[in-house]
């Protein structure tokens, strides 16, 4: 299974480079399949949603960097051997919903307690603590400003999206909401559905 995973997500990479140097190529033939008095619109909306996904993207890269600086710092500390490869794995195996964090914590434990019982101890304490500083307050911080969403929006998102589509839906809650409210905040601009353009207008 974890193979597979692997090798899924390898794919994916891949895939994401090939549609990365064609984007303009595929924005552009998508625009066209709209009538022309709607490619304007159409246009502007992709480009907010382009902007949005960057977002999140960064936001990702920003934690994981810490992430890894952090666990670097910490397992030289408890004197944690290959501290910065395990710092490493790590931070790859925390992109993996769920399960990541275990693997990670499972292979810097296996090597703590390889040196001694309180290396690994004071590993999977760390890793600990880490993960919950990282999990409950970091990702919630970063991810509303990088997104311009509220962190009880994204804590509430990850809850709904786990609960109706499991490990995939937590993967996917923070940019997929970013972008529903991208899409609901362009509609009611355009329609004025439910008083948003109103509302904005009197806070300017």
Request: charged share 15%; proline share 3%.
């Amino acid at each position: 299974a974890i193979a597979s995973g692997v090798g899924k997500i390898a794919l994916s990479l891949i895939l994401g480079f090939y549609i990365l140097f064609d984007f303009d190529k595929f924005t552009d033939s998508f625009i066209k399949l709209f009538p022309k008095k709607s490619r304007k619109e159409v246009k502007y909306l992709l480009e907010k949603l382009d902007e949005s996904l960057y977002s999140f993207i960064s936001g990702t890269l920003w934690l994981s960097l810490l992430l890894f600086i952090v666990s670097v710092i910490g397992f030289s500390i408890i004197g944690l051997n290959a501290s910065v490869l395990v710092a490493f794995i790590c931070v790859v195996t925390n992109l993996i919903p769920y399960i990541g964090p275990y693997m990670g914590a499972a292979v810097a434990g296996a090597i703590g307690f390889a040196q001694s019982s309180l290396i690994g101890i004071l590993t999977l304490v760390f890793i600990l603590i880490t993960q919950t500083i990282d999990g409950n307050v970091l990702q919630p911080l970063v991810m509303s400003k990088k997104m311009n969403l509220s962190p009880i929006t994204i804590i509430l998102s990850l809850l709904i999206f786990e609960y109706m589509f499991g490990i995939i839906g937590m993967v996917i809650a923070t940019p997929a909401v970013a972008l529903l409210k991208i899409i609901y905040v362009f509609f009611d601009e355009k329609y004025d559905f439910f008083g948003y353009r109103e509302r904005k207008e009197k806070e300017e």
